[in-house]
């Protein structure tokens, strides 16, 4: 299985306003979000579907109306330019990895299997997690780990790996795992393995910068009254999504008229962040962290920035 969709049904019925319209599914995956798009759209309708994962081109789907781009959705004005689709109707970002991703052990973004600590979206391309586990400074894996990962014994557990790389390379998850064991909580050893693997993950795939870049490019890659949907998984990634929306600006300081009423290129279509429903959470338990917000351009944007 490649990915089970979170939040299907709330995400497309939030995200598709015009079933003639062109949507961008940002981050394809197995196609399950882009599937329920198409079934909804006319035959007028297109959607565009940008991964950087060489899998995912498995998935490709065989749907005229459908346009693959085996690409980093950082990306996304230059190739909707390309193929004539700037701005659209929708942009759609499901940021969580793949069950795929997790599942094949040579991709090393579990710590359930001992194989290459390896992290990367695109595996052609990029600093390894090994690399920066082997090279970065102390103070640097600490500063990571604890702002990626909300690591609490952040600089205890880069200790470890600096004592234990002075021997041997760290290449394997098992060995990153066996380095660090004496600092993880008892009872609590998934918990904090988890949130040392994604900081490294969000290091590797630079996935904070890409994610601002997709939000400022959101602002004229969509049609007036287009609409975005982000689902997230972790407070790091929501919380700018949040401010985003709400200010539109990475900042998240928001602007103001003369009269006091905020300047911003959104509308908040979720007032609070969609969670899956306990019986979600059930079928699909990777889904319990996603977060779901939905906002929409507003038409005045180009008097807006005039105004900021």
Request: proline share 4%; hydrophobic share 40%.
């Amino acid at each position: 299985m490649y990915h089970q969709p979170v939040l299907l049904h709330e995400t497309i019925s939030g995200l598709v306003h015009n079933p003639d319209g062109v949507y961008v599914d940002v981050t394809f995956g197995g196609g399950g979000h882009t599937r329920e798009i198409l079934n909804i759209l006319s035959a007028k309708g297109k959607v565009i579907g940008f991964d950087q994962d060489k899998d995912a081109s498995k998935n490709v789907i065989q749907d005229s109306r459908f346009q693959f781009v085996q690409c980093n959705f950082k990306h996304l004005k230059k190739f909707l330019q390309f193929y004539k689709a700037y701005p659209v109707d929708g942009i759609l970002a499901d940021l969580g990895v793949s069950s795929h991703q997790f599942d094949e052990p040579s991709r090393g973004f579990s710590y359930r299997f001992d194989d290459k600590l390896d992290m990367r979206m695109d595996s052609q391309k990029g600093i390894t997690a090994a690399e920066i586990i082997n090279t970065y400074p102390h103070q640097k894996l600490a500063k990571l780990l604890f702002a990626y990962g909300e690591v609490q014994n952040a600089h205890k557990i880069a200790a470890l790996i600096d004592k234990a790389r002075l021997s041997n390379p760290i290449k394997t998850t098992g060995k990153l795992v066996e380095a660090i064991t004496p600092a993880l909580p008892k009872g609590k050893e998934n918990k904090v393995l988890s949130q040392i693997f994604q900081a490294l993950r969000i290091e590797v795939n630079n996935e904070i910068e890409v994610l601002q870049s997709l939000l400022e490019q959101s602002i004229d890659a969509l049609k007036p009254a287009g609409r975005i949907a982000i689902i997230s998984y972790h407070s790091l990634e929501d919380r700018l999504v949040k401010n985003f929306f709400k200010t539109g600006n990475i900042e998240g300081k928001l602007h103001k008229d003369f009269y006091g009423n905020p300047l911003t290129p959104f509308k908040l279509i979720t007032k609070k962040a969609v969670i899956p429903t306990d019986e979600e959470i059930a079928q699909n338990p990777r889904a319990r962290s996603a977060k779901l917000r939905v906002a929409e351009r507003n038409v005045n944007i180009y008097n807006l920035k005039f105004k900021i």
